[in-house]
């Protein structure tokens, strides 16, 4: 009678040993890897950032000064969306959006809009999306040009009715094949266009702890963004 | 006994586990629109079959038959948890490519697969020669279904190579036609499945070769001992 009873313990130490050995080895990996994996995600931020902003000047540490927001309700995406600001010598210069077109072709796109102070677009860059390779995929930066055709324009400059793709009346292309996906980033990056110039003032208001950071910090960090900026020049 | 030998056959060949035992297609099947991503995910399942057969082989005598399975799986989800995250820290853009099908390797069947049928019976050194050369003929299956979908898809071989092998490997992309506009069927889920229908057909065909290769050899051999044409023997 006792050898089930044995038997029982005995398997159970097993499966506990094994759970207990397999979680540690995870936990000492995972303990070794995480500020490198931090510092990975921190990177390709950075990339991000400093590629919608590629002619504006600033100062700042655009990781640490950003403030969440709840999403424009015309994009019908209502999370909170992430905006980093950018500042030279602590006056506000221009603004990352991140927003994300819910209507594209396979499912959300996330997009990242650089707009200037003044409203003018400095850069937009699709970061995810799913759209079909070879037809939707002419959005990234990598594949076609497309995404650059939103370089300087404001609303100054183009009329609502002109911020839609060329087949709807508007100034931007579509893809042969594929005109959903153009349409769902025209109508984001205008949306967020819009946010930005109805809000700009509450937008850098908020000073979060880059404006009062201790000032060497705030060096330390606007090198390493330069830094930053410059390989990527060189990759490019 | 098992012969280094059969082992190499077998996972290379015989018995490869993406095109005789049709295990882990669904990875197989998404990863490989590009020789890169192929490869990628390739090595990482490799890695993953070496550790768990050795981690299984090595404690397969203590192992108890009711609860082998939930043990397995325990072994397997951690060492592919911690190749998930040694990715991420030093290959953090292939692994933004592969995405979700790092982790999905836990559900590769193939890793359970020869956990159950070979590491749990044999020894560590040939658990490891077995996890080392499944894992190969499953990688090198992923790289030439990636390379074949990749040359029709986009005109090229191993784009997008500095995402594994850093910045110095952007000259190893072997462009095919410039200017080409792409079968861009072959990129899509259909040319997986077209692609790797193609493989296994070239491997059926030569493995009939090798039989008549065979049989011709012992008729030979037949025909040499009894000095008669003897087709009714096979």
Known sequence: ????????????????????????????THYHTKDRIEENKR?????????????????????????????????????????????YKGEPAAAVVTTVAP???????????????????????????????????????????????????????????????????????????????????????HNSLQYFEMHREELFAVMENAGTADNQQKQHAAVSVEKQAETIKQVK | MTSVRTIVYDGLWKNNQALVALLGLCPLMAV?????????????????????????????????TEVRIPM??????????????????????????????????VTNCTVIGRAEAFASKRSVHHSMLDGLFMGLGFTIVLLLLGAFREALGYGTIFRQAELMFGDAARHMVITLADDFDGFLLAILPPGAFMGLAVLIAVKKIIDKRILQGQRIIKVQNVQRVTGSNAPDIL
């Open chain 1, 103 to 189: 209507d594209g072709y396979s499912g959300p796109i996330k997009i990242l809009v650089g707009i200037q102070y003044n409203g003018v677009i400095s850069g937009v860059r699709v970061v995810e999306h799913r759209e079909t390779p070879g037809l939707g995929d002419a959005i990234e930066a990598e594949r076609s040009d497309w995404v650059f055709s939103f370089d300087r324009r404001s609303r100054q400059n183009t009329s609502p009715s002109q911020w839609q793709v060329k087949k709807d009346g508007g100034v931007f292309d579509q893809f042969t094949g594929a005109t959903i996906t153009p349409r769902a980033v025209v109508r984001a990056v």
């Open chain 2, 72 to 105: 397995f799986v325990l072994i397997i989800a951690s060492v592919v948890t911690v190749i998930e995250l040694l990715m991420n820290a030093y290959l953090h853009e292939l692994y933004r490519v592969l995405g979700i099908f790092v982790p999905l390797i």
């Open chain 1, 43 to 87: 990177q390709v931020l950075i990339r991000g950032l400093t590629s919608v902003l590629p002619n504006v000047t600033y100062d700042n540490d655009l990781i640490a000064d950003h403030i969440t927001v709840k999403g424009p309700d015309k994009t019908g995406a209502n999370k909170s969306l992430s905006i980093y600001r950018a500042r």
């Open chain 1, 1 to 28: 009678m006792a050898n089930p009873a044995r038997s029982i313990l005995h398997v159970g130490f097993l499966l506990a040993f094994s759970a207990l050995a397999g979680t540690g080895v995870m936990a000492i």
């Open chain 2, 32 to 64: 490989t629109a590009t020789a890169i991503n192929g490869l990628g995910l390739g090595i990482a399942t490799m890695s993953a079959l070496i550790l768990t057969n050795a981690v299984v082989a090595l404690i397969r005598n203590h192992l108890k």
